[in-house]
């Protein structure tokens, strides 16, 4: 991927809180443009990272570019290009869509009235809340805000929108609405999904890293983590009183409850035995086989083989 004219390049980079976690250890990244699914568990350091390319703090060391601008020493310049949608950010609940949108667009140095307004009304559609632009902000459902933050987050057309954990805690039917607005930003700009949740990166995202204790332990493309993996899961139905004695002889990936017993999910490259089935591989279980270390073993292998990016 290299260092492309309007992606992201992260080099080296590591921090560590002042109460000792280390919350990035040595990462490097190219993200190119496109929407980049950034997946890890709560706490493996996602949220230090988008915080560190939205300018907010400073690694300890190592170096981020957007495109040729400097995210360390070019702050000022990165922000009039940036678009973030923090995990928890506060509205004003007295004020509607269109007032709130109009204030930020000012912040942003949109000073020309009819610009703005065509502005503002053109994210208002965007984001789909042209019709409810006169209602108060507080009355808004978690779905509707998050949408808001999107458009608030896209004034000044962004060359990098970072979006951290947008899905947590939306309904089935706005979480859906939310990710189709998002499938459409990813054109021009680099547009980086931070969230624990599989599904928002299998269903988005054209490029993927999974990060866990402030590491990267994959980097890839979603179907090709999901092929590397073909003819390597099982799964077994059993009783959970069985699953310590199947962890202990099997690499386990994941167990779930379905109806009463146990769907135990395996990584082997060969057929483990008593009662296991072959399952097409999703992109779930190229989590948790990274998570739990079966893939990273063979990572370097299929890097050889040109199957992980």
Not at 217 to 241: M, S
């Amino acid at each position: 991927m290299g260092n492309h004219p309007f992606g992201l390049t992260i080099r080296n980079v590591s921090k560590r809180y002042a109460n000792g976690v280390q919350a990035l250890n040595n990462i490097s990244l190219d993200i190119p443009p496109g929407m980049y699914g950034l997946l890890g568990p709560n706490g493996a350091g996602k949220s230090t990272l988008m915080r560190t390319l939205a300018t907010l703090q400073e690694p300890d060391e190592g170096q981020l570019f957007l495109g040729d601008l400097d995210v360390v020493n070019q702050k000022e310049a990165v922000r009039q290009t940036l678009g973030y949608l923090p995990q928890e950010f506060g509205v004003y609940p007295k004020a509607s869509a269109e007032e709130l949108l109009d204030y930020f667009a000012v912040l942003k140095g949109i000073t020309n009235r009819t610009l703005r307004r065509a502005t503002t009304e053109a994210l208002l559609k965007q984001t789909n809340l042209w019709d409810k632009r006169k209602q108060k902000l507080g009355g808004y459902s978690g779905g509707m805000r998050q949408r808001f933050g999107v458009a608030v987050a896209l004034l000044g057309n962004p060359r990098l929108l970072i979006v951290d954990e947008p899905t947590a805690g939306l309904d089935p039917a706005e979480r859906v609405r939310f990710l189709n607005l998002l499938s459409e930003l990813g054109e021009n700009s680099v547009v980086i999904l931070s969230t624990h949740i599989v599904e928002d990166v299998a269903e988005l995202c054209t490029n993927m890293a999974i990060i866990n204790k402030g590491q990267i332990l994959l980097e890839a493309q979603p179907l090709a983590a999901v092929a590397a993996l073909k003819g390597r899961i099982w799964r077994k139905l059993t009783d959970k009183n069985a699953l310590p004695a199947l962890e202990r002889e099997h690499q386990v990936i994941s167990a779930k409850l379905l109806s009463g017993r146990t769907m135990v999910r395996v990584y082997s490259p060969e057929r483990p035995g008593n009662g296991f089935e072959p399952v097409e591989p999703d992109l779930e279980d190229a989590y948790f086989s990274t998570m739990t270390g079966c893939f990273g073993q063979t990572s370097q292998q299929q890097k050889a083989e040109g199957i992980v990016l």
